[in-house]
Nanobody, 124 residues
Framework: QAQLVESGGGLVQPGGSMRLSCAAS????????MGWFRQAPGKEREFVAA????????RYADSVKDRFTITRDNTQNRVFLQTHSLKPEDTAVYYC?????????????????WGQGTQVTVSS
């Protein structure tokens, strides 16, 4: 059974950092592009970052470039999102997703499996 479970969310002050983690089952992780998306209240789910199967290639939304870093550990079936310089507009539920393609890594429609999400709130 394919399964993704996010963790690491919470409340952080503006300018702070947070590390999100996504634990995946073998089926949802092996040979797959992994991505992070987020959804703020009243908005569509949007692409944040993606990483290719071997971790050689990464892709970021312009809004998070130079502040967020996506990595993966293929020995533990985990993908991470390290965030820095957080802003109130980063507040959202963050979702981990798994895709079979890299070429359209920013396209939500390419993702087959999803986690339940973890809430990140940036507020003073």
């Amino acid at each position: 059974q394919a399964q993704l479970v996010e963790s690491g969310g919470g409340l952080v002050q503006p300018g702070g950092s947070m590390r999100l983690s996504c634990a995946a089952s073998e089926r949802a992780f092996t040979l797959r592009t992994m991505g992070w998306f987020r959804q703020a209240p009243g908005k569509e789910r949007e692409f944040v970052a993606a990483i290719s199967w071997r971790g050689v290639s990464t892709r970021y939304a312009d809004s998070v470039k130079d502040r967020f870093t996506i990595t993966r550990d293929n020995t533990q079936n985990r993908v991470f999102l390290q965030t820095h310089s957080l802003k109130p507009e980063d507040t959202a539920v963050y979702y981990c997703g798994a895709s079979t393609t890299w070429s359209n890594a920013g396209d939500i429609g390419e993702y087959t499996y999803w986690g339940q999400g973890t809430q990140v709130t940036v507020s003073s």
